[in-house]
């Protein structure tokens, strides 16, 4: 069975996680919204699945836009096999 491994965003608010994606897109990085996982605790139930390969470039979009806004937002890694998923807070 196929395995995959990608990151999550997840944040307290829908419109901080459409803030988000906006940023992401308007830098050429693919992301998708997805609901959130059941293992992850968020406000909201949306967050944004990228390629792990994006991680750094997206951690640093979001440290220097959160110099004007406050996001409030955890990242993820998610390792998925057969029926088991590791979810690891970053």
Not at 22 to 47: D, H, M, Q, W
Not at 71 to 89: A, G
Request: proline content about 2%; glycine content about 2%; some cysteine.
């Amino acid at each position: 069975m196929r395995s995959e491994t990608f990151c999550l965003i997840a944040a307290d608010s829908t419109h901080q996680i459409m803030k988000l994606e906006k940023l992401i897109l308007e830098n050429n990085i693919k992301v998708r919204i997805i609901p959130v996982p059941k293992e992850v605790t968020a406000n909201c139930g949306l967050s944004i699945k990228f390629d792990v390969s994006d991680l750094k470039k997206i951690k640093s979009l979001i440290q220097n836009d959160n110099k004007k806004d406050d996001f409030d937002f955890c990242l993820y890694n998610v390792e998925k096999s057969r029926l088991k998923k590791q979810i690891t807070k970053i």
